[in-house]
């Protein structure tokens, strides 16, 4: 042991336990231990290998050792990389064993509660409690782990299922659907219905009615056990109708049997009916001529005269509950139509399904060539084969008919000569008229130039049926009275469904709009500036901010009067809507162009009339100066916004393009 120089330094050390007693230059070596103490050591240790005594071994081995711990330890640059890496990989573990640990919490949470869950109706309410909480990957857990213990959970299912549809997550709904056949949960009637309509209020995502198709034509399959109802189908017709596909429509329908639960009901019909609206007269074709859409037009009336054909036959029979929407719809399939005979015939619809006395004579009739209503009405742009008096194509009158009636779509039912039909246990029960039928009948009576009939059938529902008129009635009522130009039914009316004790309709810009187009288009009438007036202050009242619109067509009624006083009193009316709109444009937040384009004008047509004032020799010469000095302000602004400079003889929007604006 003592050949060696460090276990002998060692046992001196151990003797004597003060080694700086002993330095190396101080120590006493044998001459066979000296030659190793002359060559320096490679390792701090002892080691049990023969060293070789071949000249250049000391230096190969030191080279050997620098390389292994160049390996060992990497440069400053490494270091750091190496660093970073192991901190993400490091925080991504934790996070992981955080959502991990997290998660086994959950469902160890879930599983305590689930023992005293056993009441379906408990499970489900807490279900519909988690998916409230914004927790739904907790309230999916639990579903699944009450189906892996074989509980009743259908109606938890039906939850997730309708909660997904409500947030936009259609794929995942259906994805929900099949877990929950796959965990031997069944879907009852009401996971169908659920899917369905969600399908309809996601109508715009993608394969929304490839899927709502398949889950309803799989109810109908071999083996199922939940049949189609009338209720899918007409969650099925909803999806064709928003998603504008007629043909899988009509597919849906020709399956539809004609008796039992399946047969079709009241919203069924109504659906039909507003899918044929919607499709004639809304997707208005590019490149189509005005005598082509009006074609369109006729043959979807013609097409609906032919469904409520069968409606009627249906209620006669007492398999069928017409309501006040069904009639409505009819109502403005027919409003669309191209020929007055299709405008009168909502009146003999409303007498035929409410049992509504027609106020005046049928079209065609010889009482009706004398009555007040013109006896010859068409739409305009109908081609010459359109005309009023030639029968529609599903018309079977006799060849000497002098009246030239369609067929009976719209008879009245206690006129009926089929009497013997109808059964005395089912007789009919006629629909309660609201606010969309008293829309529809003014709407006709607007469409016919029969103001008259229109004060009628307005007295008529709102004395007799008690129906409070709403916002949209007003204006349909305000349209008819503008047609002739009654200005001051127009105030008496607003004054007493806005301005009086018993108003409970909040008007809107559009209502004062409508009836400041009326008073313009009176403007023959002496006291036509106190009825704008009237409702200028009004508007004031009731709205928060002015309309612009409005404000405008009162300047311009002031200027068609061509009085000094009357001109100077509405700028100074305007004044306010001038700031409202000039503080919009400046420090309002985004405002959408056709806004713009609004208050752009408004302005212009303010400008217009400074022009027009200072004109007029009668101004004094304080009221000029003001006058030039407000025009150059507003001048200003417009030409700061872009808009282009407003000529003194230009004019702005006239009252029939206002009141077909409007």
């Given amino acids: 042991m003592l050949d060696c120089p460090s276990c002998l330094e060692r046992c001196f050390q151990a003797v004597v336990s003060r080694s700086h007693l002993f330095p190396a230059s101080r120590r006493q070596f044998s001459p066979y231990t000296r030659q190793w103490a002359n060559q320096r050591r490679s390792r701090p240790y002892a080691t049990a290998v023969e060293i ?14 620098l390389t292994a711990k160049e390996r060992r330890y990497p440069t400053k640059a490494e270091n750091a990389k190496i660093l970073a890496y192991k901190h993400k990989h490091r925080v991504h573990q934790y996070k992981h064993d955080a959502n991990g640990t997290q998660r086994q919490v959950d469902e160890e949470q879930l599983r305590l509660e689930l023992a005293y869950l056993k009441d379906p109706l408990k499970l489900s309410d807490r279900v519909w409690s988690l998916l409230h909480q914004d927790d739904e990957e907790k309230a999916v857990t639990l579903a699944r782990m009450a189906s892996s213990k074989n509980m009743q959970c259908v109606v938890g299912w039906n939850h997730i299922i309708d909660w997904m549809m409500s947030k936009g997550k259609a794929n995942a709904a259906v994805k929900t659907y099949n877990e929950m056949k796959k965990r031997a949960q069944f879907p009852d009637s009401y996971t169908y219905l659920l899917l369905l309509r969600g399908f309809a209020k ?7 009615l490839g899927n709502a198709l398949s889950i309803y034509y799989s109810m109908s399959g071999t083996g199922t056990r939940v049949r189609p109802t009338i209720i899918h189908s007409n969650a099925m017709l909803k999806v064709c109708v928003r998603t504008k596909n ?8 020709e399956k539809l049997p004609e008796e039992g639960s399946g047969a079709p009901d009241n919203l069924t019909f109504t659906t039909i009916l507003n899918a044929l609206g919607m499709q004639k007269f809304e997707d208005r074709l590019s490149g189509m001529t005005e ?16 469904i409520w054909g069968s409606i009627v036959n249906h209620w006669r029979k007492g398999r069928l509950l017409i309501d006040a929407d069904l009639v409505c719809a009819m109502g403005r399939l027919l409003l669309g139509g191209v020929r007055a005979r299709d405008w009168d015939d909502v009146l003999s619809l409303i007498q035929q399904t409410m049992d509504i006395t027609r106020l005046i004579a049928p079209f065609g009739s010889k009482e009706r060539e004398h009555s007040h209503v013109a006896p010859r009405l068409r739409a305009p742009h109908v081609a010459a084969g359109l005309t009023t008096d030639v029968r529609l194509p599903n018309t079977q009158g006799k060849d000497n008919d002098p009246e030239l009636r369609p067929r009976s779509e719209f008879d009245s039912i206690r006129s009926s000569e089929n009497t013997d039909i109808v059964a005395r246990s089912s007789s009919p029960t006629f629909a309660q008229p609201d606010n969309n039928t008293l829309s529809a009948v003014i709407e006709a009576c607007q469409k016919m130039y029969a103001k008259k009939l229109a004060d ?18 007003l204006h349909m009522y305000l349209r008819c009275l503008r047609q002739y130009r009654s200005s001051v039914q127009t105030v008496e009316l607003l004054r007493t469904h806005l301005d009086g004790a018993d108003a409970v309709v909040a008007p809107a810009g559009k209502t004062f709009r409508i009836a400041m187009s009326c008073c313009a288009r009176d403007s023959k009438n002496p006291h036509i500036m106190t009825h704008a007036k009237y409702l200028l202050d009004l508007m004031e009242k009731k709205l928060s901010q002015s309309d612009s619109k409005t404000v405008s067509l009162y300047l311009d009624l002031a200027l068609s009067t061509r009085d000094s006083e ?13 700031t409202e709109v000039k503080s919009l444009l400046s420090f309002g937040a985004k405002i959408n ?17 400074y022009f027009a004032m200072l004109r007029d020799d009668r101004l004094t010469h304080t009221a000029r100066s003001q006058f030039q000095e407000r025009r150059a302000r507003l001048q200003a602004f417009l030409d700061r916004h872009k808009s282009p400079r407003v000529v003194p003889v230009k004019k702005t929007q006239s009252a029939e393009e206002a009141e077909a604006a409007t």
């Fill in 593 to 609: 162009p056709r806004a713009m384009e609004e208050a752009l004008e408004f302005l212009g047509n303010t400008l217009r009339v």
């Fill in 291 to 306: 005598e082509e859409y009006a074609a369109r037009r006729d043959d979807a009336v013609s097409q609906g005269r032919q």
């Fill in 246 to 253: 007629m043909d899988a429509l009509w597919g849906v329908i």
């Fill in 202 to 208: 996601n109508c715009e995502l993608p394969n929304s």
């Fill in 456 to 473: 009628q059938y307005w007295e008529l529902f709102t004395k007799k049926f008690d129906i409070v008129p709403d916002l949209d009635n």
């Fill in 566 to 578: 009357h001109i100077l009193y509405a700028v100074e009316r305007a004044q306010k809507a001038v």
């Fill in 52 to 65: 070789s005594r071949k000249p250049g071994f000391l230096a190969a081995s030191e080279d050997a050792r």
